[in-house]
């Protein structure tokens, strides 16, 4: 018996299930939900087209361009209009152009001249000792200074994970910043004496990678996923049992009210944490996955407003806006989706997609849906120049929306390590472990596959956990 259980249908789940069937392997995919894709999911309502997730997947790896290639996506791939690359912070209520060159941010308004001067001795700021673990806030303080924490990383950190830099790890949150103070001592030296090391690498950074979408939107590449599988996927089946067996692992699912049974050689753990953490394992001695449950995911609100052009001052020539804390807005930021990708809105309208709520206000996000568009069309009356009612509305709420990699991760990540070690044949994979963005669960999902393959053809927990421990 070589068959594997996904549980959990989201891209990571999904990726990772064709991966495998390409490889020849049986693959049977368990989704509680009545639909595959987790947040991934587009709607298109009288020439208006809103995404319920992530608005863009950034090509930062061949991984992600051989899926797309392998689904037969190639001439369906959408990348962002050129125009649209300048991205704003707010400062003093209004959108500043983010500067794109090093002569940009000498001139930029964005930041004082206080601020740009003190920036000339980050070089000389001798690196944090390798072992002590900084949330973010404090490595941005000691090396950038205040400005930069309130005006660039606060911000930014809202974009990726809504999530506050008090709390976030450098080390597990934001890995590639760690390893270039720990390796040049610097960032600004990292980025002068690192660049030929990164031109040798097959991965683009997320700050340059190409961002692209389909015409019908990012649901395109996970209804192609789910029409690959076909039968392999069961839907409204939620796994509430694993047990060890002499040939593997017995799989308990509850489905229409019954509880059906089935043996996989093994199983991939890629639903949410949260959910992961309600999981009864029973192995020789029983695996409690408890501990993944103190994972924290703030809630988010997704708001999709459509209007006439005339009635947005602002001319969303751009990627979007990100809204420092300190000045005070409800939203954490708005993209301007309709100029990013075209018929995202009627001709003479444009559609704007907000965030609110994640570890800032999460009490906001859980609001009535009228209260969440009008709390958002008076935050853009002010940033933007609005005027008018929106002609389109669409708001989602996602409960528990993004993992935060807050200090002390390390203890969530060692945990999985040590069970993948002890009960061969199981396998922890997701946004939970391998980074939160879109495309970073693809290449999770790519990578356990392999991983998979190897424990299958070579049979034993020798092979799992030195692969586990390598990329650990």
Request: charged share 20%.
């Amino acid at each position: 018996m070589s068959s594997v259980a996904i549980v959990g249908g989201g891209i990571t789940g999904l990726t990772a299930a064709f991966r495998l069937r390409q490889k020849g392997i049986a693959v049977t995919l368990y989704e509680a939900s009545g639909r595959p894709g987790g947040v991934i999911q587009t709607i298109r309502h009288n020439g208006y087209l809103a995404e319920f997730g992530p608005n863009t997947l950034l090509e930062t790896s061949p991984k992600i361009t051989a899926l797309i290639r392998d689904l037969g996506l190639d001439k369906q791939r959408l990348y962002s209009d050129g125009r649209a690359e300048k991205r704003f912070i707010v400062r003093r209520k209004r959108p500043v152009q983010l500067p794109g060159s090093p002569v940009g941010f000498f001139t930029t308004p964005l930041f004082s001249l206080r601020a740009k001067l003190a920036l000339l001795r980050e070089p000389f700021i001798p690196p944090a000792p390798p072992d002590r673990e900084e949330n973010l806030a404090e490595f941005v303080l000691r090396r950038m200074g205040r400005e930069f924490l309130d005006y660039a990383i606060n911000p930014f950190v809202a974009g990726v994970y809504a999530g506050d830099p008090a709390r976030l790890s450098v080390k597990h949150a934001f890995p590639k910043l760690h390893a270039l103070e720990q390796k040049y001592g610097s960032l600004i030296k990292g980025q002068f004496l690192g660049a030929r090391e990164r031109k040798r690498r097959p991965e683009v950074s997320k700050q340059n990678a190409p961002k692209l979408s389909f015409p019908e939107g990012l649901e395109t590449l996970t209804e192609t996923l789910r029409a690959r599988l076909g039968a392999a996927m069961r839907l409204n089946s939620a796994v509430t049992r694993l047990q060890r067996t002499a040939a593997g692992w017995l799989v308990v699912a509850r489905t229409d009210g019954q509880e059906l049974a089935s043996e996989h050689r093994a199983v991939l753990l890629a639903a949410p944490a949260h959910k992961l953490a309600e999981l009864a394992i029973h192995d020789n001695c029983p695996i409690s996955l408890a501990l993944l449950g103190q994972v924290r995911y703030p809630p988010v609100a997704s708001v999709v407003l459509g209007f006439r052009r005339e009635e947005v001052a602002h001319p969303c020539n751009g990627f979007g806006l990100l809204i420092p804390q300190v000045e005070g807005f409800k939203i954490l930021g708005t993209i301007f989706s309709s100029a990013l990708f075209p018929h995202r809105a009627p001709a003479g309208h444009v559609t704007l997609t907000s965030y609110v709520g994640g570890t800032r206000a999460p009490e906001l996000a859980l609001l009535r849906g009228d209260q969440l568009v009008d709390l958002t069309v008076s935050d853009l009356q002010v940033l933007l120049g609005v005027r008018g009612k929106p002609t389109f509305t669409h708001h989602v709420v996602f409960p528990k929306a993004i993992p935060q990699y807050e200090v002390g991760y390390g203890r969530f990540k060692g945990f999985m390590t040590e069970v993948e070690s002890k009960a061969a044949g199981l396998f922890f994979a997701g946004h939970y472990r391998d980074g939160v963005s879109l495309g970073d669960s693809i290449c999770s999902g790519h990578d356990v596959a392999g991983r998979i393959e190897r424990f299958l053809s070579e049979g034993g927990a020798k092979v799992q956990g030195e692969a586990v421990l390598a990329q650990s």
